[in-house]
RNA sequence: GGGAGCAUAGCUCAGUUGGUUCAGAGCGUCUGCCUUACAAGCAGAGGGUCGGGGGUUCGACUCCCUCUGCUCCCACCA
């Protein structure tokens, strides 16, 4: 069969996934060995795959098949979130685009609206992860609102109701005014934005709502929240101010009178030292405002504009407001000045709204005790974040924890089971049924009809906290006394966890606690985290910079094997990824790479009669060697989930020493045949690199691998075994070394004097090189003869080098510039006389000889010979060309 | 405002408890090659006083202090 000069992934790639679903190679059952488990971090259900998604599941994929070829039962189980507050602003947003809002109909039909919508966009992205050749288990696919999963929460929900932890109150709340639901302090996001700060004048009143000459100054930068003031205060050992004790005074516009009160939060020496309290729209003023007793006037509605309450600009929007009443306060005098400002402002992590503090009932989960646990398992090691760096802002997080607002005023998610009676008491329970039957123990005439459920729905990751778990078995959440099913007592914990560390509290913190609560054990071991993705320029990957490549193109371009590639190559966990698409193409190039070595090898015809050459012979004792010292260096690399390392370890082994020396050593003349014992040793090592390249390049492997020897109808590389380092000869590998340096050395005479590669060579050796690997130097550099010198004084007519402390040379009649040639021996020669000098320098320092360790000292000793030995050979061959 | 981290070749990064000729890798650059596996390739070469300064030590990229620059996290000075 004729190969093509290039591979082509597109032919083999959606060929092998088939094939690897079709004999449902990725499915796993427990059994007698040991699980190796991942769950994938779910993406959102109506999202599409992104370089981010590509990062992740990568890393996901690599350590899954590698644990597989340890020979570990493993298993990555994938599924999707349904993300409630970033679907349903998407399904808002499609309603809208139809001419339906979403107050005019009702929750039935809106849910509707939402479950269409992910009929038909979920699951694209778990498609999309199957072209970039993720080895899910899809069989056990999951979705945080499958009915179990819901389920699951609810049950959630009613045990930490029924143990005291979720409480329900009215609370300052971060209320995002366009998704129409309260926020959790974590979906906040605090930017310095420039604004501006006001000074305004209010008149201290007469006592009868009447303003005097008198007045006060506030600084501020919401204007517009004026109305809903309750009170100025100013430090009580501001001097300043003394004055205003008992005073009222009256808030501009509206006239309204308002104490002044005396607090020490306010800083005297901020803005004029006199703050405006407004206990509805500021958690701070709110604070105040319930030591003093103030009253709470909320002057703005859910989509942040002015109400009725606010007298003035009602129904306005907040910023509208603050334009138009900036010229009303100049208009009316109360305006004293304007200065540029920057603060800090929270936006809402999902829709970028600028979040308002807002007063509202909202459920709440008491986090002290879940956060102390969770603490204590990173703390002592159970889980291990990868790069540890990240222990000490875990740390922080969880010391430092608030109660979770775990209510959100949406649809799309597990509404909370609470409900309520008439009267206003409610009860909690996972069921209606239930439900019902403790409301009658509170009211026994009240009927079905009569109950209301909670409005509200379920913060998402109250459901993603439990996916661990859940995924396994749903029973299991809300109910730590239930016997864990099957697939739980033996997948879980789960091995390793691939995230991002901006999700570490939102989901990973919590999911030790949900572990530590319902299994009282932690739910994975390591938490590797990865960068963020971003371009070439640092810049973070987005829709609107549009400078995030579609990863399905990228595969169409360059195949999935060298995306993953290109993707790999620049990770370092914890560090941002610089993509670019010219490491993609690096990738396609290794698969290229690795389809022509195999081109080579498979043309090869062999002769059962031919002995071995000793350049081959070399070769193959080399290459094994080297090849167990490769292999161990990558395992090592793995546990210390140094992905691209090892990557980089690989394809060094298979491009610089397979290919560029070993194949080059072995390789038979044009025509030639090639002996049995180095082509089985052949097939053998490069079987061996397939499996290693395997993780990180499935397709390619499988392709080839297929190629190199017959296999069964049922026969993958992804169950064979990863090669076991065997022990290997770092002696023999340094004198291989010493080969390769002199073949280099070689190279560069013929390049510097011209000299055809074809063109064979003499070479005359001083000193000890090994023998051994002598053959390879001859087949590689092309020499017709090597001679041993007998003494160290050459006849001047020759071009010498050094290889280590080992003099060579080529003989070379003619070729010989005298000139040159002594000005590069005695450059070589001051550089290791000067070095040389320093070497003695520390020797014959006491302090060193003593206090240094020996091995240090007979290092220097070493380096010493060496350096003396080497300049007598300098010196020689510069006497000589005198 | 508090905390954490980073700064090594043109770019992206390794450098594991201070000590092998330790200043490295990949990519890029330069030079020469279409040599019958591969020009998506082969061969060779150049490139950094390890951000600045100070200190500890026989010895510092590595430890300490300080300065500069960048990044991230946390945070209720309106």
Redesign the pocket.
């Known amino acids: 069969m004729e190969l093509s ?3 082509n992934p597109a032919e083999t790639e959606d060929k092998w996934y088939a094939w690897w679903l079709e004999n449902k190679f990725f499915h796993s059952e427990p059994d007698g060995r040991e699980p190796y488990t991942i769950v994938i971090p779910p993406p959102n259900v109506t999202g599409i795959l992104h370089m981010g998604h590509v990062l992740n599941n990568t890393l996901n994929d690599v350590l899954v098949r590698k644990a597989r070829m340890d020979g570990k039962n493993a298993c990555w189980v994938p599924g999707t979130d349904h993300a409630s507050i970033a679907t349903e602003s998407k399904v808002v947003a499609k309603l809208k685009a139809q001419g339906i809002n979403k107050e005019d109909i009702t929750r039935e039909e809106f849910l509707r609206h939402a479950w269409e919508w992910k009929e038909k966009h979920g699951g694209i992205i778990l498609s999309q992860l199957r072209k970039l050749g993720a080895s899910c288990d899809w069989d056990r696919t999951k979705f945080t609102m499958d009915p179990d999963l819901s389920r699951a929460v609810t049950d959630t929900f009613v045990y930490f109701y029924n143990k005291g932890y979720i409480y329900r109150g009215v609370r300052m709340v971060n209320w995002d005014p366009v998704g129409l639901t309260a926020v959790s ?2 979906e ?3 930017r ?1 934005t420039t604004s501006k700060f006001y000074h305004l004048r209010y008149f201290i009143s007469d006592g009868h709502g009447n303003p005097t000459q008198e007045f006060l100054t ?5 204007p517009e929240t004026i109305m809903a003031d309750a009170a100025i205060c100013v430090n009580p050992a501001d001097e300043r101010y003394h004055w205003l004790r008992g005073k009222k005074v009256l808030i501009p516009l509206i006239n309204k009178e308002i104490p002044v009160i005396e607090d020490s ?12 309290v407004t206990p509805a729209h ?3 003023d709110y ?1 105040i405002g319930l030591r003093h007793n103030l009253p709470v006037i909320d002057i703005i509605d859910d989509h942040g504009r002015l109400n009725e309450k606010a007298r003035i600009l009602v129904g306005e929007d907040r910023f509208e407001a603050r334009r138009k009443i900036e010229k009303m306060l100049e208009e009316a005098g109360n305006l004293v000045k304007v200065e540029d400002y920057t ?2 402002v929270g936006y809402s992590e999902r829709t970028n709204a600028v979040i308002e503090p807002r007063l509202s009932m909202q459920w709440f989960l008491r986090m002290d005790a879940l956060a102390g646990d969770a603490l204590e398992s990173v703390e002592s090691g159970k889980v291990k974040l990868i790069p540890d ?1 990240y222990r ?2 875990y740390r ?2 969880m010391e ?1 924890v ?1 109660d979770w607002c775990i209510s959100r005023q949406l649809w799309w998610g597990q509404r909370i089971p609470a409900w309520y009676l008439p009267d206003g008491r409610y009860v909690v329970s996972s069921t209606a049924e239930e439900a019902l039957e403790m409301a009658k123990a509170l009211m026994p005439e009240i009927a079905f009809e009569d109950l209301r459920q909670d409005e509200d729905v379920l913060d998402t990751w109250f459901s993603s906290w439990l996916w661990p778990i859940s995924v396994f078995d749903p029973e299991m959440p809300g109910h730590p006394e239930h016997t864990p099913n099957r697939d739980l007592s033996y997948y879980y914990p789960t091995n390793d966890l691939v995230t991002g ?2 999700i570490l ?1 939102f989901w990973v913190a919590r999911m030790i606690m949900a572990g530590n609560e319902f299994m009282k054990d932690v739910p994975f071991h390591n938490v590797y985290l990865t960068g963020i993705v971003r371009d ?1 320029l ?1 810049r973070k990957m987005s829709k609107t910079l549009g400078n995030s490549p579609d990863p399905l193109d990228l595969i169409a371009k ?1 195949g999935a094997d060298g995306v993953r590639l290109g993707m790999l ?2 990770t ?1 966990a914890g ?4 993509f ?1 698409e ?2 993609v ?2 990738g ?2 290794f ?3 690795i389809w ?2 195999f ?2 090898v498979s ?1 090869w015809k062999v002769d059962g009669q031919a002995g071995q050459p000793s350049a081959a012979t070399v070769a193959v004792k080399w290459f094994g060697h080297r090849l167990n010292e490769a292999i161990a260096e990558m395992e090592d690399h793995y546990g210390k989930f ?1 992905l ?2 090892a990557l ?1 370890g690989i ?2 082994l298979f ?2 020493d397979f ?2 020396w070993y ?2 050593l072995v ?1 038979p003349a ?2 030639a045949c090639i002996d049995k014992a180095t082509y089985d040793a052949t097939l053998g090592f490069f079987d061996a690199l397939l499996k290693m390249i395997h993780p990180f390049m499935p397709f390619i492997t499988e392709e080839l691998w297929h190629d190199l020897a017959p296999r069964g109808g049922k026969e993958t590389i992804m169950f064979q075994r990863m090669p076991v380092a065997g022990n290997y000869d770092a002696a023999f590998i340094e004198d291989f070394a010493m080969a390769e340096e002199a ?3 070689l ?2 005479i ?3 004097k011209n000299i055809s ?1 074809k063109e064979p060579l003499k070479l005359r050796v001083y000193g000890d090189f090994p023998e051994e690997v002598m053959p390879a130097v001859i087949k590689l550099a092309n020499i017709a003869s090597v001679e041993t010198a007998k003494s160290d004084a050459d006849s001047g007519a020759e071009l010498p080098f050094m290889v280590r402390t080992v003099k060579m040379s080529v003989p070379a009649e003619g070729l010989v510039d005298a000139g040159k040639e002594l000005e590069k021996l005695e450059a070589d020669l001051k550089y ?1 006389e000067e ?1 040389l000098a320093i070497v003695r320098r ?1 020797l014959s ?1 006491e ?2 000889v003593n ?3 020996e ?2 000292v007979a ?2 000793r ?2 010493e010979a ?2 003396v030995s ?1 300049i007598e050979s300098l010196k020689a061959s510069i006497a000589a060309l005198k």
């Open positions: 000069a290039k591979y302090d974590e906040v996001i605090h310095d506030i600084a501020t930068t919401r939060y306010v800083e005297m020496d901020f803005g004029t030292g006199c703050l405006k500021d958690v701070n604070e603060s800090p760096k000490n802002t922080h997080w430092n608030h560390p901006d509290f070439k640092g360059y190559l620049c370092s560090n941002d990824i610089l670019d010219s490491q193409e690096q396609r190039n698969c290229n790479k022509n070595a081109r080579l043309g140094r691209s390392d980089m394809y060094r491009w610089d290919c560029a194949l080059e390789k044009y025509g073949v280099v050395a190279r560069a013929r390049q510097q590669p290791q070095f520390k320092n302090k060193f206090g240094a360790p091995k240090v290092v220097e070493k380096k060496d350096a080497k």
